[in-house]
Each structure stands twice: as C-alpha cells, then as structure tokens.
C-alpha cells in the first residue's frame, strides 16, 4: 500500500510537467516538459511494479530530451521503435495491459518524427493520454490516471481554442470591411 501511495504522489509531480506541456506555444518547450514527466513517471512506475512502464517511460524521457533538441533524425527514431517494442515486450509483466506502454510510445515516437507543427503536437498528445489514462488506471496509478485525463480536458480545449481562432480568422472576407472614407 505504501508503494501505491509514493508511485501516486512521484506521479503527480510528473502531471504537473504535462499538463504545462500542453498549454506552451514552443515545440521544444513541449517535449522538454515531457522529458521530465516521462522521467518522474518511470520512477513512480517502479513503485507500481510495472516494469513495461518504466522501459516505456525510460526510453520515452530520452527520446523527448532528444526531441526537444531538434536531434531527432529518421535513423534515430527507428532505433527508439525498436527498442520500445524489444525492451517493452521483454520486461512487460502485465499480459495485455502491459502491450498499452509500448503501443503508447510507438505511436509518440512516430509522432515526434513525423509531427512539427503545434497543433498537431496536441493531437498526438491527445491520443497519447488517451492510452495513458487506460493504463494508469489498470496499474493503480490513479494520480496520473486523474491527472491525465485533467490534461487530456485541457488539451481538447486547446485545441478547440486554437481550432476557433483559426476558423474566426478563416472566415474574414474582405466584403465585410467598409471602405468608404470620410473627408476631413
């Protein structure tokens, strides 16, 4: 029990990093508040025993460092694929629920590569929780269950901001300014 209570209190401090992630306006200011939680998080990770987890986690903490430095090349990416599915599968000690991590951190890897712009950052991230949130919960870590599906909330609403800033400023036509003059 006292387990659960430290990898819940390590993980709420990691949220802290995440849920900051998704409200800056700067890539590389995204991925080098990820690095830390991902890192907090594969400690807390240890005191649930998921052992999927801290090698998702792990490598995830270097990947976004990585990222978050612009040294993410093609070549280092599918060494990251590789290693997560290899190492994820070999320690993963929970059956199918264990499968979730590794999923997790293929597709954010990928993301990373692939994804530059801000706002399609913010999909990734959300399809990321997502899978989290599941996993956390099946572990017992409701503090970043919790927290997570906070920053998943958070998130959807920036991007549902950013969407109808995008959309207002789509939708100025010329036709409604008036052009006319007055003489002074």
């Not at 801000?118 to 956390?136: D, G, H, P």
């Amino acid at each position: 029990m006292n387990n659960i209570i430290i990898g819940n209190i390590i993980s709420f401090i990691a949220a802290l990093f995440m849920m900051l992630s998704c409200i800056v306006n700067d890539r590389n200011r995204v991925f080098m508040l990820q690095f830390f939680n991902s890192f907090l998080l594969a400690v807390a990770s240890w005191f649930f025993a998921s052992y999927a987890g801290i090698a998702a986690l792990l490598i995830s903490s270097v990947r976004n460092y990585i990222v978050s430095k612009d040294k993410f090349t093609k070549n280092v990416m599918i060494i990251f694929l590789v290693m997560s599915v290899i190492l994820g599968a070999a320690v993963n000690n929970r059956g199918f629920i264990g499968l979730i991590p590794i999923i997790a951190t293929v597709q954010y890897t990928l993301c990373s590569y692939y994804v530059k712009g801000v706002k399609e950052t913010r999909y990734s991230i959300w399809a990321n929780l997502f899978m989290w949130i599941i996993y956390s919960f099946s572990i017992l870590d409701f503090s970043t269950a919790l927290s997570d599906l906070t920053t998943l909330i958070i998130n959807t609403l920036s991007i549902i901001k950013h969407r109808g800033r995008k959309e207002a400023s789509e939708n100025v036509s010329f036709d409604e300014f008036d052009y006319t003059t007055e003489e002074i």
